[in-house]
């Protein structure tokens, strides 16, 4: 009895934190199918009379959102790829290799994740105009090619395989490079993956920086593009919103495939994401 | 291959010293245990064999040439280690196969060699499983399998059963004597069990303190010490040690007086302490026996002498004994002397 009691309240409390997150989500997706006055009423509307599919034409006509999504895919998987492949080649290097200044370096690279990514907004901003790079993917993709973030993660996996697969791996006639590559990297999988998706999440989502270093739809990103709703006369919350229910399906998507490589890889680092 | 070390140290940061001229040499063709407490120095030992450790000073030779600047790869030798080290991503026989690929052997002839080796372990039929998939015993032998499939110079074990229940590992020990006879490859074991290095080996080096202690064929080692650590590291129950401050008047009696004052201190095997005074006798006591215990074969009492616990497997199970203090006798063959720095002494009793 008391058993079932118990379960009842986990089931409970997991069903309230499920419901607060997914909150956000079913008021985007209803309001994307409201007209313009229903977005505004008070008490809200959660079901509207009429659902109004037409908001996710108009919304797409109101903005180049073919280019923004191709920028953002570019970008998106240009970032990733590029970071996990430096943040791998580094990871392997603190958690397997022995070289000078190592632990000097490794604090070094842990107290610039102290460094609030806003106050880098400015420095970077000057670098990449320097090298005429604004409004390019350039200035999109090179300041997100390296992150001791990814570095952090993927050190912790990269240090629970023991050393003696490292040194069986060197007998058997294994390069560093042959051990990271063929050993290393796929027992890491499921934590690579994880940093992989987390990554991937966080470049699509990216607001501040693309805002900042596009001026036009050359180089503009989907989250930047949603500014397009927003004019002097105020918001068009309808079409923002279905614009918005187009931006996160593709994350959507990839978290659901990769769900279980995400918690287990988390879990496996002994970090929070 | 025979392997030889001249004259080798080890010490980390100029300071520590592990390992202190280590001088000695490993037959072909044999099977060898390094034997000894954690911390002697045995694995590190290993390390340098393997040369995934190198020499502070010193040189290591295989065969008749020099290896002492050679990495592991170089050296071609096949190593186990503890934890078997399996890449758990790979299948058994692409375990096995690993060292030949990384030899660039092409997939046909490699697989080839690996099923050979597979079937010598006895696992020809878990080949398609990953390494999670089996028991310890079964993961042991496909990193046995793995080691010698590069047919390597030597195949060194590094603790290779500690990670096995005793019943496996008794069968694993003679798996790794059967394996090593089958090949005839020099094979170097690492192990802090005296058990294990007794039985399998054919010869046993005992290392403590960064020392070589002892380096001879198993029996040896128990009939022979050459040190009082040996004498106490090898042999269950553990050997009877008295001070020879409270055996003045025996070894008086016994031993020539210009040899007992060296003896400091007198180590007796429990099989050596007798209730009748035996043709070779070199020592005597009067001690009281607390009891005698009887578990199947063996028959183990207890002794108080001078505040100090003996045990002696040689006092028959029947023997008659009292409160009253009764005279016991050391036999020659069991009782050791030692001076002042452990060393052992020759015996050279009155005759």
Request: aromatic share 10%.
């Amino acid at each position: 009895m008391k058993k079932t009691m118990s379960q009842v309240l986990l089931y409970v409390i997991v069903s309230l934190g499920a419901i607060i997150m997914l909150l956000p989500f079913l008021w985007m997706i209803s309001t994307s199918l409201k007209t313009s006055t229903e977005t505004i009423k008070i008490p809200p509307i959660w079901i509207p009379k009429v659902l109004r599919w037409a908001n996710y034409v108009e919304a797409f006509k109101a903005a180049p959102f073919m280019r923004y999504f191709v920028n953002s895919v570019v970008v998106t998987l240009v970032t990733t790829l590029g970071q996990i492949v430096t943040s791998i080649l580094a990871a392997f290097a603190f958690a397997k290799l022995n070289f000078h200044g190592k632990n000097f370096l490794f604090s070094f690279f842990l107290g610039t994740m102290m460094i609030p990514g806003e106050m880098l907004l400015i420095p970077n901003f000057v670098t990449l105009s320097k090298m005429h790079l604004i409004n390019t993917y350039g200035a999109l993709i090179l300041p997100y090619l390296a992150s001791f973030f990814t570095v952090f993660m993927l050190k912790q996996s990269f240090q629970a395989v023991p050393d003696s697969i490292y040194f069986a791996a060197k007998i058997d006639g294994a390069s560093d490079w042959g051990f990271l590559w063929r050993i290393l990297v796929p027992m890491s999988k499921s934590s690579i993956t994880a940093v992989t998706v987390l990554q991937m999440i966080g470049s699509w989502n990216a607001f501040m920086w693309p805002l900042i270093v596009t001026n036009d739809a050359t180089a503009r990103t989907l989250p930047v593009g949603l500014q397009a709703f927003t004019t002097d006369a105020g918001t068009e919350y309808q079409l923002l919103m279905a614009a918005s229910t187009f931006v996160i399906i593709p994350m959507v998507i990839l978290y659901l495939f990769l769900q279980k490589y995400i918690i287990a890889g988390i879990s496996k680092s002994g970090l929070k994401g | 291959m025979n392997v030889t070390f001249e004259h080798v140290d080890l010490s980390y940061d100029d300071k520590k010293t592990i390992l202190k001229d280590l001088n000695f040499t490993i037959p072909d063709g044999k099977l060898v245990s390094l034997l000894g407490p954690s911390g002697g120095g045995k694995t590190t030992t290993l390390n340098l064999i393997s040369g995934l450790l190198h020499v502070t000073k010193g040189q290591i030779f295989f065969g008749s040439k020099e290896v002492t600047d050679q990495s592991a790869l170089e050296r071609k030798v096949g190593m186990v280690f503890q934890n078997y080290a399996l890449y758990p991503h790979l299948s058994v026989l692409d375990n096995i196969a690993f060292p030949l690929k990384m030899q660039k052997v092409n997939k046909a002839k490699r697989y080839q060699i690996a099923k050979k080796y597979a079937h010598l372990v006895h696992v020809e039929d878990q080949l398609t499983k990953k390494p999670a998939a089996l028991s310890g015993g079964q993961q042991q032998r496909v990193a046995i399998a793995r080691a010698l499939a590069k047919q390597p110079s030597l195949l060194l074990l590094d603790e290779p059963l500690s990670n096995l229940d005793a019943r496996l590992r008794i069968e694993m020990r003679q798996e790794i004597k059967r394996i090593q006879q089958e090949t005839g490859i020099t094979t170097i074991f690492v192990t802090h069990d005296q058990d294990e290095a007794l039985h399998i080996s054919d010869y046993v080096m005992v290392l403590n303190d960064g020392r070589i202690q002892q380096f001879t064929q198993p029996q040896d080692l128990y009939d022979d010490p050459k040190n009082l650590f040996v004498a106490k590291f090898i042999g269950n129950p553990v050997i009877n040690v008295l001070d020879a401050a409270d055996l003045q008047a025996s070894l008086q009696k016994y031993l020539p007086s210009n040899f007992y004052q060296q003896v400091k201190a007198v180590g007796v095997r429990a099989e050596a302490i007798l209730p009748q005074p035996p043709i070779d006798c070199v020592g005597q006591i009067q001690a009281q026996i607390d009891k005698i215990e009887h578990f199947g074969s063996s028959v183990t009492a207890n002794i108080s002498y001078h505040q100090q616990r003996l045990v002696s497997t040689g006092i028959p199970a029947n023997y008659q004994f009292g409160k009253q203090l009764v005279d016991l006798y050391f036999a020659k063959q069991g009782t050791y002397f030692f001076d002042n720095d452990g060393k052992r002494l020759e015996v050279k009793t009155h005759d």
